[in-house]
C-alpha cells in the first residue's frame, strides 16, 4: 500500500484548489493491477468542483477497467481525510467492499467502503 500513498503524494501539486487551499490527491487500483491517479479540480462557480476521488475513478472507468479493489485518499495535512459522500456513493457503484486508504503525512487510516457506506443505495436497490 505504501506505494501507492507515494503515488499519490506524487501527483498532490497537480491539484488545482484555488479557491479552498486544500489538496487532495487519490490512487484507483484495479485488480488488474493498474492504477489511476486523481487531483480534485475546482471552479470559480464553487460546486462544478470535483473531488480527487471521483476524478479517479472515472478515469479507470473511461479505461474500462471498473474492478475497483482500493481507493487511497492523500492529503497533506495532520489527520488522514476521509472521502465525502458522493465519492463513497460513486465508489460503490463499482465495489461496496472496497479498501479505502486515508492517508495523511502523519497517518493512514484504512477502512472498508461499507464501513464509511453502510446500507449503500446500489444498482441492486433499483432490482429489488
Ligand atoms: N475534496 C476532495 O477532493 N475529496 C474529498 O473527499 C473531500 C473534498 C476536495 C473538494 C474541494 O476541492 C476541497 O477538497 C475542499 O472541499
Redo the contacts with the bound molecule.
Keep these: 500500500m505504501e506505494d501507492l500513498i507515494e503515488k499519490a503524494k506524487a501527483a498532490i501539486d497537480n ?1 488545482y ?1 484555488p ?2 487551499k ?3 490527491a ?1 490512487v484507483v487500483k484495479t485488480k488488474s493491477g493498474k492504477v489511476y491517479t ?5 471552479n470559480a462557480s464553487y460546486g462544478l ?7 479517479a475513478v472515472f478515469k479507470a472507468v473511461s479505461e474500462g477497467d471498473r474492478d475497483i479493489e482500493a481507493v487511497v ?1 492523500y492529503t497533506d495535512t495532520e489527520e488522514a ?4 459522500g ?2 463513497r456513493q460513486v465508489i460503490a457503484e463499482f465495489n461496496p467492499e472496497a479498501l479505502i486508504v486515508m492517508a495523511s503525512r502523519k497517518k493512514v487510516v484504512t477502512a472498508k467502503l461499507s464501513e464509511l457506506l453502510p446500507h449503500a443505495f446500489t444498482g441492486r436497490s433499483l432490482r429489488s
Design positions: 491539484a484548489a479557491y479552498s486544500f489538496k487532495v487519490a486523481g487531483v480534485n479540480v475546482e468542483t470535483m473531488c480527487a476521488e471521483r476524478v485518499v481525510t476521509p472521502p465525502c458522493a465519492c
